[in-house]
């Protein structure tokens, strides 16, 4: 074990804090300079003289402190480090000559360090960081190994790659119209468009579309890019399980030609789409190591049983559970919510929700492709949007979460909470005891809202409106941003926190792992014409998915060894035996 010391600096305040780090660290009152000033004003912790007692970690007021011991990963399978007391990431992914291969583990273990270092972007340092080596020595210290011949072409300039950024909503800052921002980037536009169903939208200003139309704009401009490399980061953010599966086919078919190399935290979508896997452990912001490629049904069930038997690391305490049939039905008797049948009018859509009641303790999922009125259904029974025809429940206090998070001011989580704290219509005890530590906010809390990510931002907005006692909580899209290990953490504790206090939910979500391990129903929502779309429910889960899986044409079954579903290659017998029943997820309940 290889102790090692990490300072987050931009959680790091020296002028604002008494240096406790230094204050109380044993080997600095014995005479020695563990923890010293450095240039630009914040602490060096010295890694050689460090005792690993922890105290600075705990003294810290501001959490900006890691001292950790890293599993038995040789010093020289450093890949890239930042700084001293910065992030060091352990091994690459190695990209077959054509398949696709996965990279699957937590937010800021290095998935997308490792996307930028196989890309060329970033050139490895191998842990030299003050005095980075040229091209000549990495080749050597790749001398023998796969990784090797991709290096080369790396330096002679001779490897295209196509990379697929995460953050998709940042296209809109390259201005210009759909075909010209494709064409800019040397993209045959209407192929392209075609391939992704955006031909309508051809002539559409980038600051008009959607985050779905973005991340399907940005995966057609990537496939469209003649390489010898695809790298995909994220490709199902803002889509519906209808795109999702439409953008795993497309990528398939790429796969059968070319190298891609996907990261994805959606692991129904991750093992459908992929061959083979890389999984990633560590500790966020301080190391990652990446695991030798694993076939990829064994890798999604490594991943969920939290045990690398090649390497002998557990990374999870317990193993994430499934079941095979549906939860039952929640007792009608027990009604809690209320809804008339609901109708919205807009110019150019039309939206009919049939009458439906949510019982105590219930969490249902709402399901369906995007543009048929999810969002619009939860905006009118929250009061933000006005109904056509009918009236939302009357006497029912609602929490809402909305799809579109943004920072709109300045202030920490804890600044927030004190500001909260004493409003009867804000817990400030729920979100400290169950809250904070379930949804990992432990470290955030003095993060102004601004410089938190877009997962961070998630769990501090889905928190801050659980915390509001109400009788109906309303979730857009929790899971976005997050990874596998924060969704799995967030559907259990929404699902724990309504049973506990026998109130009720709806979630908008596409993450099928997600919405079957949070919800007891469903609603489901289909398009209806070309401008309308009919919501009805909630039914049981068996149900409900088995109305949005034959819309959306595809079958799951269940995996003999954890349980979790898995999707079904298009045509083979269990496909088509499912679908001969009609069973397109769950098994009848014995």
Same mark, same amino acid.
């Given at each position: 074990?290889?102790?090692?010391?990490?300072?987050?600096?931009?959680?790091?305040?020296?002028?604002?804090?008494?240096?406790?780090?230094?204050?109380?660290?044993?080997?600095?009152?014995?005479?020695?300079?563990?923890?010293?000033?450095?240039?630009?004003?914040?602490?060096?912790?010295?890694?050689?003289?460090?005792?690993?007692?922890?105290?600075?970690?705990?003294?810290?007021?501001?959490?900006?402190?890691?001292?950790?011991?890293?599993?038995?990963?040789?010093?020289?399978?450093?890949?890239?480090?930042?700084?001293?007391?910065?992030?060091?990431? /352990?091994?690459?992914?190695?990209?077959?000559?054509?398949?696709?291969?996965?990279?699957?583990? @937590?937010?800021?273990?290095?998935?997308?360090?490792?996307?930028?270092?196989?890309?060329?972007?970033?050139?490895?340092?191998?842990?030299?960081?003050?005095? @980075? @080596?040229?091209?000549?020595?990495?080749?050597?210290?790749?001398?023998?190994? $796969?990784?090797?011949?991709?290096?080369?072409?790396?330096?002679?300039?001779?490897?295209?790659?196509?990379?697929?950024?995460?953050?998709?909503?940042?296209?809109?800052?390259?201005?210009?119209?759909?075909?010209?921002?494709?064409?800019?980037?040397?993209?045959?536009?209407?192929?392209?468009?075609?391939?992704?169903?955006?031909?309508?939208?051809?002539?559409?200003?980038?600051?008009?579309?959607?985050?779905?139309?973005? =991340?399907?704009?940005?995966? *057609?401009?990537?496939?469209?890019?003649?390489?010898?490399?695809?790298?995909?980061?994220?490709? $199902?953010?803002?889509?519906?399980?209808?795109?999702?599966?439409?953008?795993?086919?497309?990528?398939?078919?790429?796969?059968?030609?070319?190298?891609?190399?996907?990261?994805?935290?959606?692991?129904?979508?991750? %093992? /459908?789409?992929?061959?083979?896997?890389?999984?990633? /452990?560590?500790?966020?912001?301080?190391?990652?190591?990446?695991?030798?490629?694993?076939?990829?049904?064994?890798?999604?069930?490594?991943?969920?049983?939290?045990?690398?038997?090649?390497?002998?690391?557990?990374?999870?305490?317990?193993?994430?559970?499934?079941?095979?049939?549906?939860?039952?039905?929640?007792?009608?008797?027990?009604?809690?919510?209320?809804?008339?049948?609901?109708?919205?009018?807009?110019?150019?859509?039309?939206?009919?929700?049939?009458?439906?009641?949510?019982?105590?303790?219930?969490?249902?999922?709402?399901?369906?492709?995007?543009?048929?009125?999810?969002?619009?259904?939860?905006?009118?029974? *929250?009061?933000?949007?006005?109904?056509?025809?009918?009236?939302?429940?009357?006497?029912?206090?609602?929490?809402?979460? @909305?799809?579109?998070?943004?920072?709109?001011?300045?202030?920490?989580?804890?600044?927030?909470?004190?500001?909260?704290?004493?409003?009867?219509?804000?817990?400030?005890?729920?979100?400290?005891?169950?809250?904070?530590?379930?949804?990992?906010? %432990?470290?955030?809390?003095?993060?102004?809202?601004?410089?938190?990510?877009?997962?961070?931002? =998630?769990?501090?907005?889905?928190?801050?409106?659980?915390?509001?006692?109400?009788?109906?909580?309303?979730?857009?899209?929790? $899971?976005? /941003?997050?990874?596998?290990?924060?969704?799995?953490?967030?559907?259990?504790?929404?699902?724990?926190?309504?049973?506990?206090?026998?109130?009720?939910?709806?979630?908008?979500?596409?993450?099928?792992?997600?919405?079957?391990?949070?919800?007891?129903?469903?609603?489901?929502?289909?398009?209806?014409?070309? $401008?309308?779309?009919?919501?009805?429910?909630?039914?049981?889960?068996?149900?409900?998915?088995?109305?949005?899986?034959?819309?959306?044409?595809?079958?799951?079954?269940?995996?003999?060894?954890?349980?979790?579903?898995?999707?079904?290659?298009?045509?083979?017998?269990? %496909?088509?035996?499912?679908?001969?029943?009609?069973?397109?997820?769950?098994?009848? *309940?014995?």
């Amino acid at each position: 074990m290889a102790r090692i010391a990490i300072l987050l600096r931009d959680r790091c305040h020296p002028k604002e804090c008494q240096w406790e780090c230094q204050a109380y660290c044993p080997p600095v009152r014995m005479g020695q300079e563990c923890i010293v000033e450095g240039t630009d004003g914040r602490p060096v912790i010295s890694e050689t003289l460090c005792i690993g007692c922890g105290i600075c970690v705990h003294k810290c007021p501001f959490d900006a402190i890691k001292i950790l011991n890293t599993p038995e990963a040789d010093e020289r399978e450093i890949v890239h480090r930042y700084g001293y007391n910065g992030f060091r990431l /352990y091994r690459l992914p190695l990209p077959p000559p054509k398949g696709i291969t996965g990279i699957l583990g @937590p937010n800021g273990t290095g998935k997308s360090t490792a996307l930028r270092v196989l890309a060329g972007v970033e050139r490895p340092n191998l842990g030299k960081y003050d005095h @980075p @080596p040229g091209w000549d020595e990495v080749l050597e210290r790749y001398r023998g190994t $796969s990784l090797h011949a991709h290096f080369e072409k790396i330096a002679r300039g001779e490897l295209r790659t196509a990379f697929k950024p995460q953050y998709v909503d940042k296209l809109v800052d390259e201005g210009g119209t759909v075909e010209e921002f494709l064409t800019r980037t040397g993209v045959e536009p209407k192929t392209a468009l075609r391939s992704v169903d955006l031909e309508p939208k051809a002539d559409r200003p980038l600051t008009e579309l959607s985050g779905g139309e973005l =991340q399907l704009l940005a995966v *057609a401009r990537t496939i469209g890019t003649d390489a010898d490399l695809y790298l995909v980061d994220e490709p $199902s953010s803002y889509l519906d399980i209808i795109h999702r599966l439409q953008v795993a086919r497309l990528l398939r078919t790429l796969g059968e030609r070319k190298s891609v190399v996907v990261v994805e935290h959606d692991l129904a979508l991750l %093992d /459908y789409l992929a061959d083979q896997a890389h999984l990633v /452990y560590g500790e966020e912001a301080a190391f990652g190591v990446i695991s030798h490629p694993i076939a990829m049904r064994s890798a999604i069930n490594t991943y969920l049983n939290g045990y690398l038997k090649d390497e002998n690391v557990r990374f999870r305490t317990e193993p994430v559970r499934f079941v095979a049939h549906p939860p039952k039905l929640p007792t009608r008797t027990n009604v809690l919510v209320a809804f008339d049948a609901l109708e919205k009018r807009f110019d150019r859509f039309h939206l009919s929700v049939g009458a439906g009641e949510l019982a105590k303790g219930e969490t249902v999922g709402i399901v369906g492709p995007n543009a048929t009125g999810k969002t619009t259904f939860v905006r009118m029974l *929250a009061g933000v949007e006005a109904p056509t025809v009918g009236t939302p429940p009357k006497g029912v206090t609602v929490s809402y979460k @909305p799809q579109y998070l943004k920072a709109t001011n300045t202030a920490s989580l804890r600044e927030r909470l004190e500001l909260l704290r004493g409003d009867p219509t804000f817990d400030a005890g729920v979100f400290e005891r169950e809250l904070v530590p379930g949804l990992h906010l %432990d470290t955030l809390l003095d993060v102004a809202l601004p410089d938190l990510s877009g997962g961070e931002l =998630q769990r501090a907005a889905v928190a801050l409106a659980l915390a509001r006692p109400a009788m109906l909580y309303l979730l857009d899209e929790p $899971s976005a /941003y997050l990874d596998a290990d924060e969704r799995i953490a967030m559907a259990k504790l929404i699902r724990r926190q309504v049973e506990r206090q026998a109130v009720s939910a709806l979630i908008v979500d596409h993450d099928v792992y997600f919405l079957d391990l949070a919800c007891d129903a469903l609603m489901a929502f289909r398009k209806e014409g070309r $401008s309308g779309g009919v919501g009805a429910g909630p039914f049981a889960m068996r149900a409900g998915m088995n109305l949005l899986l034959k819309e959306v044409q595809v079958t799951f079954r269940r995996d003999a060894e954890t349980l979790r579903p898995r999707i079904n290659r298009e045509g083979s017998v269990l %496909d088509r035996e499912q679908r001969e029943r009609g069973e397109y997820y769950y098994e009848a *309940a014995a």
